[in-house]
């Protein structure tokens, strides 16, 4: 599962009401989609190498998951049967949540819904879940409704999670790459999987960069990112409603660094000097003083007019401290 959208998995034996739970809880979240997994595995005979068509399903899986993301789901719940002895396929962006009964309580509702058909190897498959460790939480359902399940589930998981993305904005030599370096350096000391992308180095008008913004995301995600730290400037909401629609859902924080003229420029002299972090390509390198200063003044107006995200006030603060912040922030 390559997508950035969120996928909880309801897996457990037959009569524990998989298809119940997952019901309740698309039904409580906006813009979600269901999928029984079962219905996606509709092939028979079989293959010898995939008797359950557990790989099939998955396979399927994937591809309903892709298309409920480009009609717009923010999540995607699925309920079915899983390989006892597996799991299904791990994915950065699926959670799996394992549902169980106690032996009577099974067999009392598999009889219920399938009347006189034997019960044994339901309750093989329920014994052969149980001694399993490849979900991330199990929730016991016996004697307990449906909507206090669901209220467990979404609880336990703080599902659904959309992953963070921290963008920095901000005028020219206001300190956006160096600040935004130390939030990623601190996330990864966390023990966080992020990643970082200074748009500057992606394209050059913000239609390409947005859709190859998205791009890395996904192919971020697809390995096991949780975070994304985005430098770049940015001037108006129709602009970030067009990053925000390729990236999908996530969590977006936009804040901009402002710096007083005097700030501004004592920070582009030293990245005129090459005091600072060796940007590929760096206009303002080696540029007479007189120019850099010029930049410093355009900058300082054009801050004034910049309106979008939180604003962050970096005179007399340090890049740590900015940093420490950052993180330290909800």
């Known amino acids: 599962m390559g997508e950035s959208v969120p996928v909880l998995w309801l897996c457990g034996p ?33 293959t010898d190498s995939d008797p359950h068509r557990h790989a099939l399903k998955a396979r399927n899986l994937d591809a309903v998951v892709a298309g409920h993301r480009e009609a717009g789901a923010s999540c995607v719940v699925v ?33 219920e819904r399938e009347g006189a058909a034997p019960t044994a190897e339901v309750l093989r498959e329920a014994d052969a879940l149980d001694a399993s460790d490849f979900a991330a939480l199990c929730v016991d359902t016996t004697g307990v409704a449906v909507t206090a399940v669901a209220d467990e589930v979404l609880k336990a998981t703080g599902w659904p999670r959309r992953p963070r993305v921290l963008w920095l904005c901000g005028v020219t030599g206001v300190g956006k790459s160096a600040v935004g370096f130390a939030v990623y350096q601190r996330l990864l000391s966390a023990g966080s999987t992020a990643a970082y992308v200074d748009l500057d180095q992606i394209g050059d008008d913000h239609r390409m960069r947005s859709r190859t913004l998205a791009t890395l995301w996904r192919n971020f995600r697809a390995v096991g990112a949780q975070a994304m730290v985005v430098v770049g400037p940015i001037h108006d909401a129709s602009t970030l409603s067009l990053y925000a629609g390729e990236l999908g859902p996530v969590d977006l924080r936009l804040v901009r660094l402002h710096a007083g003229v005097d700030e501004l420029t004592a920070r582009i002299l030293r990245r005129g000097r090459g005091e600072s972090w060796a940007q590929p390509g760096d206009p303002l390198l080696g540029r007479p003083e007189s120019e850099l200063r010029a930049v410093a003044a355009a900058a300082a107006v054009e801050s004034k007019t910049l309106t979008l995200g939180q604003r962050i006030d970096t005179d007399g603060r340090t890049v740590d401290e900015l940093a420490d912040a950052l993180v330290a922030a909800p």
């Open 79 to 111: 309920s079915g049967v899983v390989d006892p002895r597996t799991g299904p396929p791990v994915s950065p962006v699926l959670t799996v949540v394992r549902l169980r009964a106690d032996r009577d309580e099974l067999r009392r509702r598999f009889e």
């Open 14 to 46: 037959s009569g524990v009401g998989k298809t119940a739970v997952a019901w309740e809880i698309h039904q409580r979240i906006a813009d979600s989609a269901y999928v029984d997994i079962d219905q996606l595995g509709m092939c028979y005979p079989a």
